[in-house]
């Protein structure tokens, strides 16, 4: 029932830049934190950045002062502005949401398929 969706991977070169968006669908009564991981070949999932209900942020070490995590609410989206890239950022970035479909349920967490970014050197 509940489906997020990611868009805006793709190639770049080091030192450019990328967008991703991830937009939640389907039965959601609402949303407690939405935010990125991400997966490079051989290695475990690691946190990106997260956002959470009052606008509180949370960024992996490697990716702070370059990367910035947004939510549009009203869009049930979160988007990652991504600059300064470098060939270490290459990995699958999966969205992610933990939310509630109704009001009575605990939250759940959901996953998107994910999408490719690859840096060049």
């Known amino acids: 029932q509940v489906q997020l969706v990611e868009s805006g991977g793709g190639l770049v070169q080091a030192g450019g830049s990328l967008r991703l968006s991830c937009a939640a669908s389907?039965?959601?009564?609402?949303?407690?934190?939405m935010g990125w991981y991400r997966q490079a070949p051989g290695k475990q999932r690691e946190l990106v950045a997260t956002s959470t209900n009052g606008d509180n942020t949370n960024y992996a070490d490697s990716v702070k002062g370059r990367f910035t995590i947004s939510r549009d609410n009203a869009k049930n989206t979160v988007y990652l502005q991504m600059n300064s890239l470098k060939p270490e950022d290459t990995a699958v970035y999966y969205c992610?949401?933990?939310?509630?479909?109704?009001?009575?349920?605990?939250?759940?967490?959901?996953w998107g398929q994910g999408t490719q970014v690859t840096v060049s050197s």
């Open positions: 389907g039965s959601i009564f609402s949303i407690n934190a």
């Open positions: 992610y949401a933990r939310l509630t479909k109704n009001r009575y349920n605990y939250y759940n967490d959901y």
